[in-house]
T-cell receptor, first 114, second 116 residues
Framework: KAGVTQTPRYLIKTRGQQVTLSCSPI?????VSWYQQTPGQGLQFLFE???????NKGNFPGRFSGRQFSNSRSEMNVSTLELGDSALYLC?????????????FGQGTRLTVV | AQSVTQPDIHITVSEGASLELRCNYS??????LFWYVQSPGQGLQLLLK??????LVQGIKGFEAEFKRSQSSFNLRKPSVHWSDAAEYFC??????????????FGTGTQLKVEL
């Protein structure tokens, strides 16, 4: 099975712009979660989608949004970019619907805001 | 709310020496516990997980971890470290979110350096 695919791998954007990141989960997995990783804050949960519905949301401003399509692929969008949004954004794919499910991570998208 | 503490930010060991990375968690219910490893610029790779049953779990690359409920700990161990084990290690607890599903809370990570 192919792993979790995140595109693009690297992005450079200017403050005030918006950005869309994409994640294709493992085939058959219906749950997709997003995490932000920064040196200062570590790994923080952004949101989780299951069957096109957002089930959980972390403590991030409304500039961060996401969606999931019927084929389970997910996108996250960040509007009005700030310098502090520079981070590695990781997508995780899970097969099951419950909390006793392991998450498989993609290689991430490195976003740099200048 | 759940939390994870990894008290050691950096650890240096010699190749061939044994390794123990510490992890303490706080969670009200039965925890689902994970150890992940991350190489520079890469995503997270699952080393092992604990859901229930035997408290000593075996993972990939020769790693094992022991769940101790009384100490709220889930320490990662390896009897003989290889230079390729140099990476950052994250402990995580999985908990049910308010909407169901799974939300992982990570520790701050331990950076492992291996001296040849």
């Amino acid at each position: 099975k192919a792993g979790v695919t995140q595109t693009p791998r690297y992005l450079i954007k200017t403050r005030g712009q918006q950005v869309t990141l994409s994640c294709s989960p493992i085939s058959g997995h219906r749950s997709v979660s997003w995490y932000q990783q920064t040196p200062g804050q570590g790994l923080q949960f952004l949101f989780e989608y299951f069957s096109e519905t957002q089930r959980n949301k972390g403590n991030f401003p409304g500039r961060f949004s996401g969606r999931q399509f019927s084929n389970s692929r997910s996108e996250m969008n960040v509007s009005t970019l700030e310098l502090g949004d520079s981070a590695l954004y990781l997508c995780a794919s899970m097969e099951g619907a419950g909390s006793n499910t392991e998450a498989f991570f993609g290689q991430g998208t490195r976003l740099t805001v200048v | 709310a759940q939390s994870v503490t990894q008290p050691d930010i950096h650890i240096t060991v010699s190749e061939g020496a044994s390794l123990e990375l510490r992890c303490n968690y706080s969670y009200g219910a039965t925890p689902y516990l994970f150890w992940y490893v991350q190489s520079p610029g890469q995503g997270l790779q699952l080393l092992l997980k604990y859901f229930s049953g035997d408290t000593l779990v075996q993972g990939i690359k020769g790693f094992e971890a022991e769940f101790k409920r009384s100490q709220s700990s889930f320490n990662l161990r390896k009897p003989s470290v290889h230079w390729s084990d140099a990476a950052e290690y994250f402990c995580a607890v999985g908990a049910r979110g308010s909407g169901g599903g799974n939300k992982l809370t990570f520790g701050t990570g331990t950076q492992l350096k291996v001296e040849l």
